[in-house]
């Protein structure tokens, strides 16, 4: 009866410390899954991958063209503003316009000159210089109408019978030669665009 009883005791004791062993166990799985240690945040970097220099050149041409196109652009719709002060006979604001069209002009030239180092092709580096030489072309009809436009300003100052239009007559007559030699140069570029990646990107082949 007592070898029973300690028997019993001894089995209790085995099946408490067994409980426990489980308890324990259980216990560090839950807590081990409740609070993970955090892996460490990773920053964006750049790639480190080699650009092929085709692609890299090709890149750059194309952000000078842009920049270029969008002084043209200003340009032109300076000079358009000139042009149309000059009919109000507003000869001040007209200086003004076609001033501010030379500016962004002289910068138009500046990027399509800095489009030609980036040339791969013999296309690519005569649209460089056809827009370069069509900025010119528009610089020197913008001088010319700068000039009939203080002409026509000192003229205004003078009565109706010393009004002597031959100056700004001239004047006039040089910045539409000018802007005709720049219409045709400008057609010419864009011929040559459409020969380049530029003009022949999203075509499908």
């Known amino acids: ?50 650009i092929n220099r085709t692609i890299e050149w090709q890149y750059m041409y194309t952000e000078k063209f842009r920049s270029g196109i969008g002084h043209f ?34 910068q138009a030239r500046v990027d399509f000159l800095d489009m030609k180092p980036y040339g791969g092709t013999p296309e690519e580096i005569m649209m460089s210089e056809k827009w370069n030489e069509t900025a010119y072309f528009e610089i020197l009809a913008f001088d010319f109408a700068n000039f009939s436009y203080q002409e026509g300003a000192y003229q205004a100052t003078r009565s109706f019978a010393e009004q002597n239009p031959v100056r700004y007559n001239y004047y006039v007559d040089q910045a539409n030669v000018y802007l005709s030699i720049a219409r045709q140069s400008k057609a010419e570029a864009e011929e040559l665009e459409g020969r380049t990646f530029i003009g022949q990107q999203g075509q499908i082949l």
């Open 1 to 50: 009866m007592k070898f029973a009883r300690l028997l019993l005791l001894a089995l209790l004791i085995l099946a408490a410390m067994n409980a426990g062993c489980i308890g324990f166990i259980r216990d560090t799985y839950k807590t081990y899954m409740a609070t993970p240690v955090p892996s460490p945040t990773l920053m964006p970097t750049a790639t480190s991958t080699p």
């Open 73 to 106: 652009n200003d340009a032109i719709r300076a000079f358009n503003a000139s042009r149309m002060a000059a009919d109000r006979s507003s000869w001040a604001n007209a200086t003004q316009e076609i001033g501010l069209a030379k500016i962004y002009m002289e």
